[in-house]
């Protein structure tokens, strides 16, 4: 495969994340003034951007087995919900202590800590009131597994407890959470359920969406691994958000655990399992398999 085979991936998702962005902008509207000062905390972090891979995970999974972007926008939009209320938090002062995300001043720098809390807390809930609206290219068996798949992902079992050993192993050396747990969980996890959910409204199978699950999961892994390369060789501007801050917070990282040349080369081992999880399903699955190799090779 060529080096630049996935040299069209940023156009694309700059292309999907125009996309979903419209779509959050609309489903953020405030209702009425009474709820105004929440739904502007809310906004602006959505409004920050990024790269808005995990909704792109799920438009084209659902894509590639057919189904159409109005039956699996809502799950894009609701991921990308629950994932910048993840970022708001974990920017808290009492969790990463960080003043710059994406690029801008952080939420509770901007709107103080209690209104980020409850901007986070209000994007949480809202992802669910968007995934259970009545969808008719939806059949209720399909958007409870969706329903039930983030909500797993993000919750005690998920997300959440990948936050918690990543502060448990950041406070105490001997706590026996390893890096590969802590990622899994903390990032893997959504990425793994992006993929899963796409699956779903695609009308995957049982063997199909396996098949899904593994390249979501390893992908999941790949990125965050990726992450913790960056974090020791992009500047603050590349990664718009505080280089090095990982290494200064004596975070566990595969750079920190294993060095930088371990670390690429197990980034690049689960990039390898991605790829062959994605290969029964041909040419179909070449935007997937491209955006693997992207978010592998990335330089930000």
């Known amino acids: ?11 694309l998702l700059e292309t999907i994340g125009a996309e979903v962005s419209s779509h959050l902008e609309r489903l953020l509207e405030p209702p009425s003034a009474d709820v105004a000062p929440i739904y502007e905390a809310m906004r602006y972090s959505i409004a920050a951007g990024g790269k808005r891979f995990r909704p792109a995970l799920v438009l084209l999974t659902a894509r590639m087995l057919g189904a159409d972007d109005a039956a699996a926008m809502p799950a894009a939009c609701a991921i990308e919900m629950i994932h910048t209320y993840s970022l708001i938090h974990d920017d808290l002062p009492a969790m990463d202590n960080d003043d710059l995300r994406r690029g801008r001043p952080t939420s509770h720098k901007v709107f103080g800590e209690a209104m980020a809390i409850l901007a986070g807390d209000a994007l949480l809930t809202e992802a669910f009131v968007v995934l259970s609206r009545p969808n008719a ?5 399909q958007q409870i597994r969706v329903v039930h798949e983030l909500a797993s992902a993000a919750g005690a079992c998920g997300m959440a407890s990948g936050q918690v050993a990543d502060l448990q192993a950041e406070r105490d050396p001997s706590c026996p959470f390893g890096v590969e747990t802590i990622h899994r969980l903390k990032t893997g996890r959504m990425i793994e359920a992006a993929v899963t959910m796409g699956a779903v409204l695609g009308g995957a199978g049982a063997e199909d969406l396996g098949r899904l ?9 790949a990125f965050q691994i990726a992450d913790d390369i960056l974090d020791t060789q992009a500047t603050t501007d590349q990664m718009g958000k505080t280089a090095g801050k990982d290494a200064a917070q004596g975070k566990r990282t595969y750079v920190s655990q294993f060095g930088l040349a371990e670390a690429k080369r197990r980034a690049a081992d689960e990039l390898a399992l991605a790829l062959a999880a994605l290969r029964p399903f041909g040419d179909r699955s070449h935007s997937l398999a491209d955006l693997a190799r992207f978010c592998v090779e990335r330089r930000a």
């Open 1 to 11: 495969m060529a080096a630049d085979s996935h040299s069209h991936v940023p156009a």
């Open 137 to 141: 290219r939806l059949s209720a068996d």
């Open 213 to 221: 699950r593994d390249y979501g999961r390893s992908v999941g892994l």
